[in-house]
């Protein structure tokens, strides 16, 4: 035992603890606790006094809060699906609730809501509808809005409406958190409209590790002439990931009458963040009739090191069940049971700063270089 794990007895006996003495993992409810916890739900309610108002609002916001999640994790096809509950019913599926910014008087009660609901519970609820959802939270986003008008192609250049747009879409419950640049001296300094249209790595990686992000989004707004109802405008969104250039779609919208040119924008940020949503619940759907099992070797450098990527891995959606088949130094045996295909386990791992790669022998589990470097850090 000293020469397969040469720690101190105090460690060493954590290590055990925290290592062997559990060799089955279960799947924890860090990650999901985040997916099915709905914030800021506004309430604003006026009864006859000032209990009963506030019961309504609090009726309202769950099942807003309903609403809301399962718009979030499910596609927009299956939207009419969905089950339509009584508020009892919504009320057993909630785990907690919190109240914010309440303010109440002898008829009116207003607050803001968050409200988390069981996660077993409403993944049966749907599987007993067949209804698909994804439950894997990408990493953040980071949105590069280069605009276009008479021939002028500007990102920072006087603050254009395209990167205000951005700037004021509000995508709270998106799975796919996507941040904007604040447009300062340092952004600018960092990238400019040629570099981001020519798909510079090394720039945009630079700006996207600024604002805490992996993948750096790239949308370009082409205005086809003067706004006015009738004109169009096509919206190419290129986006860059570790691996490169990952996809790119092109989107045409053309301006209605009554229309004003701030709420124009405004409906192409919707169209452009919800067919990224789409994309990524559809890559991401967690299919319940495929379990698989798949043996790695996790490798870490230390007690820190296994103690993360067993927190990781409790935070993955596909990840069932952990079994432990090994502990040595520096590295574990698992099996790892999912729902899925490898590919889908792969991305979901990367999500929670994971790393699954075939290595010599076997498929090899690691943490992220980044996770890796704060752990060392501590």
């Known amino acids: 035992m000293r020469r397969l794990l040469p720690f101190s007895l105090p460690t060493l006996a954590l290590f055990l603890a925290v290592g062997l003495a559990a060799p089955a993992l279960g799947q924890g409810a ?30 309202r916001g769950q099942r807003l809060a309903y609403e809301r999640l399962l718009d979030r994790i499910t596609p927009k096809a299956n939207h009419a699906a969905l089950p339509k509950l009584s508020d009892d019913e919504i009320s057993g599926l909630v785990e907690s609730f919190e109240v914010n910014n309440e303010k109440t008087s002898s008829v009116r009660y207003i607050a803001d809501l968050t409200v988390t609901f069981k996660r077993g519970e409403v993944r049966a609820l749907l599987r007993a509808r067949d209804i698909s959802f994804a439950e894997t939270r990408s990493k953040p986003v980071l949105v590069l809005p280069i605009f276009e008008a008479q021939g002028r192609v500007t990102l920072w250049e006087d603050a254009t409406p395209w990167l205000a747009a951005w700037s004021r879409h509000q995508a709270a419950d998106a799975l796919v958190p996507v941040r904007v640049p604040l447009g300062d001296l340092t952004d600018i300094s960092s990238i400019g409209a040629d570099q981001a249209l020519t798909g510079n790595r090394a720039v945009l990686d630079r700006i996207a590790r600024r604002y805490g992000a992996d993948d750096a989004m790239v949308v370009f707004a082409r205005l086809s002439g003067p706004f006015a109802p009738g004109v169009e405008m096509s919206v190419t969104t290129s986006r860059y990931g570790p691996g490169g250039l990952d996809q ?22 919707g169209t452009v963040s919800e067919r990224i949503e789409e994309r990524w619940k559809r890559d991401n759907l967690l299919d319940f009739d495929r379990l698989e099992t798949l043996a790695v070797k ?38 790892l049971s999912f729902f899925g295909d490898p590919e889908q386990l792969q991305i979901a791992l990367a999500q929670a700063d994971l790393a699954l790669a075939p290595g010599a022998t076997a498929w090899e589990l690691t943490l992220a270089a980044g996770a890796a470097a704060a752990v060392g850090q501590r």
């Open 30 to 59: 860090g990650a999901a606790s985040d997916v099915f916890t709905v914030r800021g739900v506004a309430v604003d309610v006026t009864a006859d006094s000032a209990s009963r108002a506030r019961a309504e609002a609090h009726r």
């Open 298 to 335: 996790a490798l870490f450098k230390g007690l820190d090191e296994w103690l993360a990527i067993r927190q990781r891995l409790a935070r993955v959606a596909l990840v069932g069940r952990t079994d432990i088949a090994y502990l040595s130094r520096g590295e574990a045996g698992l099996k």
């Open 248 to 269: 790119t779609t092109v989107d045409t919208l053309q301006a209605v009458p009554d229309e004003t040119f701030e709420s124009f924008l405004a409906r192409a940020v």
